[in-house]
């Protein structure tokens, strides 16, 4: 199984920044691609940013030149820069990912815990 722990979230002020974190842990043999998913209260839970394993990225209109997405392979990491942070930004921010614990094994998806992100107006 492959667990994932995120870390780096807060509370920030409007117009600040955070960075967040998520390691992959477990039995990995192979991670595709890796993302950062958020829910607000009252709200689903919607895509903020995904990238491949051949670093393409993909994000929503909402975060667009705002967060920027990379990740470390070496270290199955991967990060959200968050940047001029909106009181609408304010969620629990989950991390994704699509895995195989073995080289034979079928690719599955898996989720952290969650971490909560606080923008105060």
């Known amino acids: 199984q492959v667990q994932l722990v995120e870390s780096g979230g807060g509370l920030v002020q409007a117009g600040g920044s955070l960075r967040l974190s998520c390691a992959a842990s477990?039995?990995?043999?192979?991670?595709?691609?890796m993302g950062w998913y958020r829910q607000a209260p009252g709200k689903q839970r919607e895509l903020v940013a995904t990238?491949?394993?051949?670093?393409?990225?993909n994000y929503a209109d909402s975060v667009k030149g705002r967060f920027s997405i990379s990740r470390d392979n070496a270290k199955n990491t991967v990060f959200l820069q968050m940047n001029s942070l909106k009181p609408e930004d304010t969620a629990v921010y989950y991390c994704n990912c699509d895995a195989r614990a073995r080289s034979w094994s079928v690719l599955r998806n898996y989720w952290g815990q969650g971490t909560q992100v606080t923008v105060s107006s």
């Open positions: 990238i491949t394993n051949g670093d393409s990225t």
């Open positions: 477990g039995s990995i043999f192979s991670i595709n691609a």
